[in-house]
């Protein structure tokens, strides 16, 4: 899928808001985990109002910067 770079800014735009609200932020290796177990992570972390989002290290970056 192509994005241009209008929706790339939206896409960035609506990260760093996201962790402009964050009270703690984790980096996490999820190397190995089997889908199952990934779903089951989302699920138990969505139920405590906590979100998974797996994010390109450039992009997460630049969002970072943006939430400064």
């Not at 990934?38 to 998974?52: I, T």
């Amino acid at each position: 899928m192509v994005l241009t770079r209008e929706q790339k800014q939206k896409m960035l735009d609506g990260y760093a808001q996201r962790l402009g609200r964050a009270q703690v932020i984790i980096w996490s290796n999820y190397k190995g985990l089997k889908m199952a177990q990934m779903n089951d992570l989302r699920q138990q972390l969505r139920a405590s109002g906590s979100e998974v989002m797996v994010i390109k290290n450039t992009l997460m970056r630049m969002a970072l910067e943006r939430a400064k």
